[in-house]
């Protein structure tokens, strides 16, 4: 399989390219989301691509939106994406771009969390609680909370880590009925997805929505949806609390970079090949077992 690291679609005006995806304008009210196959770790882009791993992302977003639509309306406009681009350009959105509505993104990550692990387990043993949250005394890396917490992260410039805040940090971004609005929302996404990843073998131990508004207001979910980037998949036959499960995602590429005599500051080292086939084995596994 061929890797796409970066798209170029000369037939519509480039708006932005983040670690990941490139998006273009599709007129006034639209745009044309592409899913590189490009990877981040330690927010620094390396220049190796995960062959397949965009359509991965993309097929997983599709899948959740239509899922989990009845929950909240979303960006999807239905739109194939090899229609709005040129015959040429089609091999580049094929399986990993979509036509999505055009929104006013809410400048705040909305993560939910039912385990205690990454940034979230930092804040607890410096703190006893996560955003603001107190938490339960004597828990341990990767407990099961119990139950969900909304804990919101303030969006990062690229290159940046994500700051965690607290709720008052949200109604100042949206005022109290919004931000109560998207706390309740993003509990509930997180919670069906859960119950729904259970039943096929996964633990979904936090996720990060992102929303949006139309032009009359009204809440959609949009961008990348429960996928490997924006979530962390434990399979549940290694969970253990007590140590950090083996996860759906890039956790190769972050293990092997960590051996490594490097600075976390670009460029990044380069990636052998086994590192790269292993990682997107991981990817594809969590398409398999989810959609299937």
Known sequence: MTALHQSQIKSLPL?????????????DDKLLIV??????AFDVILDDP??????????LTEFWLKKLAHVVPNHSTGIAPEDVVTAQERDQVAGRAMVVKRLK??????VARGYLIGSGWKDYQATAAVCGINLPAGLRLASKLPEPIFTPAAKAEVGAHDENVDF??????????????????TLRLYGEAAAYAAEKGIIIADTK????????????????VLTPDSSRFWPA???????????????????????????????????PAEVIEKTAAKYREAVTRLVS
């Open 15 to 27: 708006l932005a390219r983040g670690k990941v995806r490139d998006m273009y304008a599709v007129g």
């Open 35 to 40: 899913a590189s196959d490009r990877i981040s």
């Open 50 to 59: 995960i062959p397949g791993k965009g359509q991965v992302l993309t097929e």
């Open 105 to 110: 993104p809410v400048m705040v990550e909305a």
């Open 168 to 185: 008052a940090h949200v109604v100042a971004e949206v005022g109290q009925d919004m931000a109560e609005h998207i706390r309740n929302v």
């Open 209 to 224: 929505f992102e929303f949006g508004l139309d032009s009359s207001g009204t809440l959609h979910l949009m961008d990348e």
């Open 237 to 271: 036959d290694q969970y253990a609390e007590g140590s950090s499960p083996p996860s759906f995602d890039k956790q190769f590429v972050r293990d092997w970079l960590e051996t490594q005599p490097w600075d976390k500051t670009a460029p990044a080292p380069r990636l």
